[in-house]
Antibody, heavy 121, light 110 residues
Framework: EVQLVQSGAEVKKPGESLKISCRASGYGFTNYWIGWVRQMPGKGLEWMAIIYPGDSETRYSPSFQGQVTISADKSINTAYLQWNNLQASDTAMYYC??????????????WGQGTLVTVSS | QSVLTQPPSVSAAPGQKVTISCSGSTSNIGDNYVSWYQQLPGTAPKLLIYDNNKRPSGIPDRFSGSKSGTSATLGITGLQTGDEADYYCGTWDSSLRAGAFGGGTKLTVL
């Protein structure tokens, strides 16, 4: 069974750094893209970034380029999302999901359970 | 503001059919396949449709997808109260070189 298990909820102060994780199992981690999706409180889904663990190639949404860093450690089948200077506006639920990319077809499946990040002074 | 436009809400009675639209442009829907996701309250999103009209294993045939030009549509027949959820379309944008989701549509089954 393909499964993505995310790290637990975080409470941080503005200006702090944070790295959340997503551990994959049940498939060849280096053979699929994996990505992150933001959902701010009461709002919709926002596509953030994807990475191909096989060669660490990345794609970022222009909205998130320079704001976060996506990475992966293929030795432990884990993807990460990192911030260096958290802001209150980063408060959101963050989902990881395996990203299928076949020519012009893209979709996310399956999804992790979500990691709630709260940034407050 | 998303590059994909969905109606904020739709509603219908149990047993009826509803459609949810997703409008884009030549650089996203016009050039790429569309996927659809269901997000039940308090849960992670789940893939409903991929490649415009394909259903993953376990998704009932009450759910269908179609695409025409720069728009896509999700159809749900035989509505059940358990279908009350937020629904999102998604695709790739060739100009942005990144993916995108629609703003989401809240389905109410009256």
């Amino acid at each position: 069974e393909v499964q993505l298990v995310q790290s637990g909820a975080e409470v941080k102060k503005p200006g702090e750094s944070l790295k959340i994780s997503c551990r994959a199992s049940g498939y060849g981690f280096t053979n699929y893209w994996i990505g992150w999706v933001r959902q701010m409180p009461g709002k919709g889904l926002e596509w953030m970034a994807i990475i191909y663990p096989g060669d660490s190639e990345t794609r970022y949404s222009p909205s998130f380029q320079g704001q976060v860093t996506i990475s992966a450690d293929k030795s432990i089948n884990t993807a990460y999302l990192q911030w260096n200077n958290l802001q209150a506006s980063d408060t959101a639920m963050y989902y990881c999901a395996r990203h299928e990319w076949k020519s012009a077809a893209h979709w996310f499946d399956p999804w992790g359970q979500g990691t709630l990040v709260t940034v407050s002074s | 503001q998303s590059v994909l436009t969905q109606p904020p809400s739709v509603s219908a009675a149990p047993g009826q059919k509803v459609t949810i639209s997703c409008s884009g442009s030549t650089s996203n829907i016009g050039d790429n396949y569309v996927s659809w996701y269901q997000q039940l309250p308090g849960t992670a999103p789940k893939l409903l449709i991929y490649d415009n009209n394909k259903r993953p294993s376990g998704i009932p045939d009450r759910f269908s997808g179609s695409k025409s030009g720069t728009s896509a549509t999700l159809g749900i027949t035989g509505l059940q109260t358990g279908d009350e959820a937020d629904y999102y379309c998604g695709t790739w944008d060739s100009s942005l070189r990144a993916g995108a989701f629609g703003g989401g549509t809240k389905l109410t089954v009256l």
